[in-house]
């Protein structure tokens, strides 16, 4: 089995996971340090290796695949520290990345400040040029025209262009010639074009599309080859690919031409994890494997993902920073949503008596009440402790021993305020924290969604990196080739098809001899009533297609998925057929997920612990107290090296032969 | 303290936890209504610029849950369900109702309301209602906005009393065919009419499995207890103001019918003690044969907006909340109730934002940190209805939309300046702008800029949000554009010392070089090369320019949002001017200039 490293670069830890050392899959973590390109990846490498009982050189001599994550790229968008770049547009639209497409949260709050643009109208330059919906050319770009703003940019000292002029997916005549200019003239500034990057249509998004990627080309190009020679130097010789955020992966050198997609990567990893865990677990208590919410619990924040009849769910609005006032980066990617909510939320009363929890944190210094740090206010991990959840002993392996009294002060004080006792208050802040506190929220969390069954696999304090173990190699291919469904241009389509098999079996062909064991199509066609705007994807193949009633057959399939999903359909208005794509997957080697090796259990230990207002006198169990194939009745707490799972009454745990618990509700 | 105004201690007779989940629960599905009808909404000032909105309203009339509506749709929906239960006592689960009339609590007769009784164990709970603006409800002309309209057979919009066009989950086949022969767009209007349909479903459809997980029991409760915190939130916050009695006026440009303008006074009395605050809108004109006459739903409304938005602390938007604002109004009055036949087709608002700016400016008599500056409240040529016969694909279909390209400047605040993409009082920032390639594939259309126009915004320590200045004209057969904006003569005003913003302009390009200025309530009928060439109002500013933080005022310049010589005469900074074409601040210069010219 080959060997393979995957490192997600967080924020806070830095999480390696191997595969194919012995038949385990082995996490190793670190804190992220970001002196170095590298961070913590030695560290982390070290960890690893340590558990595998080799040198960490001598586990990089012996991998095939190096699965590469970091947040680097989306910190640096949402600190403001990529490289000084100027936005191309078509002269009377300076304003794209001003207005971007208007809408806010929070209608009346006048205290928020108007968003900046991602790049600053002094560094945005309209072009004189205009090509009309039809593509033909109302307003042409003359050389002088181009050179003279390539002079105003050579004076801005920018380091990257984004090109992004009106309907150049038509007619990219005019984005050509700029680019073809700028690469003259200035040949170190690196540069996006819109209808390259991403041929869809509205321009605000396009620009946003490059604005984002051409910032990111000069930084991210450097810190990617300055982690290829670090690897280099530490003695690996493999093939390197760096995750996406479509949940695939890509090698370097075409990663590096649209660095976009590595920003959000590693969250985008959290579905596949979730995936290959509930596949290898189908049968042992998890019935339906295609149908999955995936959630990831970080320091800060709390990700959600949802995987629907087997396939990640994808958009393209994923936003970086507030939904309508960050900034879109407006292409295909896995639908990720956070929540910024950690054991450091402060809990507090609102005028009016309502318990609102967050967003204001106490981070680690002071901290929460319970870490003697001087903290008074009370947070999600005071009110864990409180309910008798936490060990002062074990807590943060360890590191920090907690003053529980403390905790009761600070949550007993907040109680006082809305008339409750200090468990009652604390069972209510963690509650209304919802996802702040791993797996001690995660049974209210899926009870109020209605989910009966939760599988916490055992490398979850690594889900994205064990992720990459399950991605595979993923590139999209659109063609744009509008038809409808009262006039359907069934040999046009065809052609269209074929037009894209031809450019996903180029892109095969490049991956011979990369370790890509086979080759999945998945087919797509964007779709949507005549007169909507929005479309949606309805999956298509062969068989569908060839069919001679192949109009009939996408239509009432696009009718059936408009009915799932909006309650309505319109089977008498005419469909329209716009873009036609595949997701061509090159399948990379999969590790299995095989039975956990078991160690004898240490003595059995009791907690007074709160559930449901009572308190409790509640078994504190370790992975190896529980046996595969039996049951344990809650309430019950697992005490884990990252967090602790609460089970509270009425919902039983198993652990499974391959180390993951499973928490269900218990029929009633 | 008064009973009304409860102890926090005692406060809360619900499981305090429960309180704030089910409220996250009602508004989620109150999103989930809202993407289904952006989604699946076929005329463009739905799928792209939103201008819908959805809510959950109680059995009892109560608006419980509307997410990130607009302001003037959904405040007043309560009024709206209440004309359902009197109306229909036949109500039963399956039903579906059109109600766009805006004498039975509608804004106006353009925003078709889709209301779908939610039914759980036979009972009546909850009604969820759809609102969207259309794209042509039937008026006599090609505009949603009649605004000389002297009546409502003048009007001539379809009117629907609210009407059952669904029973038992099925359409009811005549009010469909009245709608298809009435309205110039009937495809797309039937379209908008399942988006909207759609949207009030799936809120049924969640309410149920709502219900279903709590039960009925505790959901009425919820819902009793957390409109009580909702008062007692606004009681809250109404109590930390001074005692005190406010009045403001904003006066609507002239018109043919009020040729000195239409002058609005709003009197404002606050009540800490009670926790309450009273607006009287009835010392004001009587309604004008114009559709320039406010609903008794967009009056009520446009009165809550104004004092929301002065309002800062976090209180919830339901009806809850309102029971703390006290509306008077006047039956007759143009800021009123209108007796029928009047017209109300500028209803949601040219005069309302004559309401909603005052109240909102009226706050900052209190002192700096109170109250709003006013926002730019135009509808021209960035709002227009355009209408015409797209040839382009061989076959002859007419389109009738209203565009939302432009936007008016946001008022500054006591903390920050203007939103830029303010749109105007009653839709502040929520309604989303069209994308001019969408609009070009979808209408035989050329928009050639869309652009902020430097030192548009009112001066101020806090400025206005610059106006936007759009241009566009049809590509090849004629366009017929509507537009109907105020603030040419009356601009959005300042606060504490800032400055008004800038006037509406509107003028039109023609294709053989000629340019003439249009009034900016009217229309127009374009050939191919004309333009259409306006901008909306600016914001006002609020505070003392003299006050604005130099390196504001400098970025401001770099920025392009005001020019080198406001920022000397307007703002009393001076700037250096380097080579290399970079801009500091004269800290010298400055000081000296500011305190040797006091405003």
Not at chain 2, 149 to 171: K, M, T
Not at chain 2, 531 to 544: C, L, Q, R, S, T
Request: some cysteine; aromatic content about 6%; overall charge negative.
């Amino acid at each position: 089995m080959p060997v393979r490293i995957t490192v997600d670069i967080g924020g806070t830890c830095t999480d390696l996971v191997v595969s194919g050392v012995g038949d385990q899959i082995v996490v190793g973590k670190a804190l992220t340090t970001f002196d170095a390109p590298e961070g913590g990846l030695w560290e982390a490498l070290s960890d690893a290796a340590r558990q595998l009982d080799l040198a960490p050189d001598e586990l990089l001599r012996q991998t095939e695949l190096f699965v590469y994550s970091t947040t680097r790229a989306t910190n640096a968008i949402l600190e403001g520290t990529t490289s000084p770049t100027a936005l191309l547009v078509t002269e009377g639209f300076r304003d794209l990345l001003v207005r971007k497409e208007g809408g806010r949260l929070r209608p009346y709050d006048f205290a928020t400040p108007f968003p900046k643009p991602y790049i600053p109208r002094h560094l945005t330059f309209e072009v004189p040029e205009r090509i009309a919906v039809t593509g033909e050319v109302v307003r042409p770009l003359t050389t002088a025209a181009a050179d003279d703003v390539i002079d105003r940019i050579r004076l801005a000292n920018v380091e990257a262009v984004a090109i992004a002029l009106v309907w150049s997916i038509v007619n990219p005549a005019h984005e050509d010639l700029l680019t073809q200019r700028i690469n003259a003239a200035l040949p170190e500034v690196a540069v996006s074009v819109s209808h390259r990057l991403n041929p869809v249509i509205r321009e605000f998004r396009r620009a946003s599309s490059v604005a984002l990627d051409a910032s990111l080309k000069p930084l991210m190009q450097k810190h990617l080859h300055a982690i290829d020679q670090w690897l280099r130097s530490a003695g690996y010789s493999g093939r390197l690919v760096a995750a996406t955020s479509l949940g695939g992966v890509l090698f370097f050198e075409d990663i590096i031409e649209r660095p976009i997609y590595l920003a959000k990567s590693g969250p985008a990893l959290a579905p596949m994890a979730g995936l290959a865990y509930s596949a290898a677990e189908a049968g042992s208590g998890v019935k339906d494997v295609r149908d999955i919410v995936v959630c990831d619990t970080g320091g800060t924040s709390f990700d959600v993902s949802l995987v629907r009849g087997g396939r990640p769910v994808v958009t393209r609005e994923t936003w970086l920073g507030e939904t309508h006032t960050g900034h879109l980066t407006g292409l295909a990617s896995l639908d990720v949503r956070s929540v910024g909510a950690g054991g450091g939320s402060i809990a507090r009363i609102a005028a009016g008596g309502l318990l609102q929890v967050g967003p204001r944190s106490a981070g680690s210094d002071p901290g929460p009440a319970c870490y003697g740090l001087g903290g008074v206010e009370p947070t999600v991990t005071d009110a864990a402790a409180v309910l008798g959840y936490l060990d002062a002993e074990s807590f943060l392996g360890g590191r920090v021993r907690l003053n529980i009294p403390a905790a009761h002060d600070a949550v007993g004080k907040l109680g006082e305020q809305i008339g409750l006792d200090p468990a009652r208050t604390a069972a209510a802040i963690l509650t209304v924290a919802g996802g702040g506190a791993a797996g001690m929220t995660i049974v209210p969390i899926v009870e109020a969604i209605g989910c009966s069954r939760v599988l916490i696999p055992p490398t979850a304090g690594a889900l994205s990196a064990t992720g990459a173990h399950f991605s595979d190699v993923l590139r999209e291919f659109t063609r744009s080739y509008p038809t409808t469904s009262a006039a359907f241009d069934h040999d046009g389509v065809v052609a269209a098809k074929r037009a894209l098999d031809d450019e996903a079996r180029a892109f095969g062909e490049r991956l011979h001899g990369t370790g890509v064991t086979g080759f999945e199509w998945d087919y797509i066609v964007e779709s949507r009533y005549a007169e909507q705007i929005w479309d949606l994807e309805v999956p298509f193949d062969d068989e569908m297609l060839n069919a001679p009633d192949a109009a009939a057959r996408l239509r009432s399939a696009f009718d059936a998925e408009h009915q799932r999903i909006f309650t309505v359909s319109d089977p008498s208005e005419t469909v329209e057929f716009l873009a036609w794509k595949v997701r061509a997957r090159g399948v990379l080697h999969h590790p299995d997920i095989v039975a956990a090796p078991r160690t004898e259990p240490a003595p059995r230990r009791h907690r007074a612990a709160v559930f449901e207002g009572h308190i409790v006198d509640t078994p504190v169990l370790g992975r190896d107290d529980l046996i595969p194939g039996e049951s344990t009745t809650g309430p019950v707490l697992v005490q884990l090296v990252t967090t602790t799972i609460v089970v509270p009454p009425r919902w039983t745990l198993q652990i499974t032969d391959r180390g993951s618990f499973i928490l269900s509700k218990e029929q009633s | 303290m008064t009973e009304t105004i409860e102890t926090l201690s005692d406060a809360i007779d619900f499981d305090p936890v429960l309180l704030p989940v089910l409220a996250g629960r009602f508004e989620t599905i109150v999103r989930e209504m809202t993407n289904t009808l952006f989604r699946t909404g076929r005329s463009s000032v739905l799928n792209m610029a939103r201008d819908f909105s959805c809510c959950i309203v109680t059995a009892d009339n109560d608006l419980l849950a509307c997410a990130e509506g607009l302001q003037v749709h959904v405040l007043g929906a309560g009024m709206q369900t209440e004309s359902m239960t009197e109306l229909h006592p036949e109500l039963a689960p399956g039903d579906a109702y059109l109600h766009n009339d805006p004498f039975l609590g509608n804004t106006h007769t353009a925003d078709h309301t889709i209301l779908v009784p939610v039914f759980y164990g036979g009972r009546h709970l909850f009604t969820a209602a759809a609102k969207a603006h259309q794209g042509d409800c039937g008026n006599a002309e090609p505009t949603t906005y009649m605004a000389f309209a002297e009546d409502i057979y003048a009007e001539g919009g379809l009117n629907f009393p609210c009407v059952a066009i669904q029973r038992d989950y099925s359409d009811v086949e005549d009010i469909i065919r009245m709608c298809r022969r009435r309205i110039r767009v009937p495809d797309i209007w039937y379209g908008d009419y399942l988006a909207t349909l759609g949207a009030a479903r799936v809120g049924e459809r969640r309410i149920i499995e709502l219900v279903d997980k709590y039960g009925p029991e505790t959901v009425q409760q919820f819902v009793t207890e957390w409109l009580n915190y909702s008062e007692r939130s606004m009681a809250a916050a109404i109590a930390r103001l001074p005692e005190r009695q406010l009045t403001a006026s904003s006066t609507h440009d002239p018109i043919d019918c009020a040729p000195e303008g239409i002058p609005i006074t709003v009197k404002l009395d606050i009540k800490p003690a009670e926790g309450k605050i009273v607006v009287d809108l009835r010392d004001n004109p009587d309604c004008i044969p114009a559709g320039f006459n406010l609903s008794q739903a967009t009056a009520t409304s446009g009165a809550i907006i104004g004092i929301l938005n002065a309002i800062p602390e976090d209180v919830p938007r339901n009806s809850g909340a309102f029971r703390r604002i006290e509306v008077e109004l006047r039956e007759g009055c143009i800021v009123g109730i209108p007796p029928e036949p009047m017209s109300t087709s500028l209803a949601t608002t040219n005069v309302l934002e004559r309401v909603i700016n005052p109240v909102q400016r009226a706050f900052a008599q209190l002192g700096f940190g109170h109250g709003l500056a006013e926002g730019g409240g135009a509808c021209g040529a960035g709002f227009a209805v355009i209408s015409g016969v797209d040839r382009r694909t061989g076959t002859e279909r007419p389109y009738v939309n209203q565009l939302v390209v432009g936007s008016n400047g946001g008022p500054g605040t006591p903390t920050c300046d203007g939103w830029v993409t303010y749109c105007m009082p009653d839709a502040a920032m929520v309604v989303y702008s069209d994308s001019v390639e969408v609009l070009e594939q979808r209408f035989p259309m050329q928009v050639n800029h869309i652009r902020l126009l430097t030192d548009s915004g009112g001066a101020g320590q806090f400025r206005g949000a610059p106006a936007t200045e759009v241009a566009f004209g049809p590509t090849d057969t004629d366009m017929t554009v509507y537009y109907f904006a105020d603030f040419a003569q009356h601009p959005a005003l300042g606060v504490l010392g800032g400055l008004p913003g800038s006037p509406v302009t509107l003028r039109r390009d023609n294709a053989d070089g000629t340019s003439v200025d249009l009034a900016p309530i009217g229309d127009t009928t374009l050939g191919a090369g004309d333009m259409v060439i306006g901008a909306e109002a600016g914001g006002g500013g609020y505070g003392d320019p003299y006050l604005r933080d130099p390196a504001l005022v400098l970025d401001d310049v770099v920025e392009g949002w005001i020019s080198v010589d406001a920022a000397v005469e307007v703002y009393g900074v001076r700037l250096h001017h380097h080579e290399d074409g970079q801009y500091t601040v004269n800290d010298d210069a400055t000081r000296i200039l500011r305190t040797r010219s006091p405003r």
